[in-house]
């Protein structure tokens, strides 16, 4: 009998990371993009507004609390307008985009982001975006920036 060696074991999969993000759109269906950072991943390139989920955190609430650090106003987080799955080199990234608007009275500020603009949909593929972001310009580009919709009661 001759021994076969173990089959090699397989790689880890990629850490998961689930994030949300915020469609905002004014009265005038134009949607809010902000810059990244240079000192962030991916540093300088456009996304929709938003960030990680903490352990215990609801991503509606997460949504909203990562908006009012980035954007200094709060928002109401309506429903759940789109899941996607992106494949960066480190990480898996799921991401839930909910429909959202501005409270009333309340003006986004670049508080903890580079720059950001209120664009129309059609050209939100005009600004160099996340690659997890590109497919919602897609989707946009099609429908349009989806009506308000609140979020369904908990």
């Known amino acids: 009998m001759s021994a076969s060696s173990p089959p090699a074991p397989s ?3 990629p850490p998961r990371k689930l994030v949300v993000a915020g469609l905002v ?3 005038d269906g134009q949607i809010l993009i902000t810059r990244r950072r240079a000192d ?3 540093g300088g390139l456009w996304e929709l507004p938003g960030g990680k989920v903490e352990p215990g955190e609801a991503p509606a609430a997460a949504l909203a609390r990562e908006l009012a650090e980035e954007l ?3 928002v109401e987080v309506g429903g759940v307008w789109d899941v996607l799955h992106h494949l960066y080199p480190d990480f898996e990234l799921v991401m839930i985009v909910y429909r959202c608007r501005l ?3 309340e003006v986004a ?3 903890e982001v580079a720059d950001l ?3 129309p949909a059609a050209a939100v593929g005009d600004h160099d975006l996340l690659p997890a972001d590109r497919p919602l310009v897609v989707r946009l ?3 349009g920036p989806p009506p308000w919709s609140p979020s369904p009661p908990r």
């Open 141 to 143: 580009v099609a429908e």
């Open 72 to 74: 200094g106003a709060a």
């Open 117 to 119: 603009r209120w664009v």
């Open 40 to 42: 962030q991943a991916l």
């Open 25 to 27: 759109v004014d009265d």
């Open 11 to 13: 790689p880890a999969p």
């Open 103 to 105: 409270r009333p009275g």
């Open 109 to 111: 500020r670049a508080v």
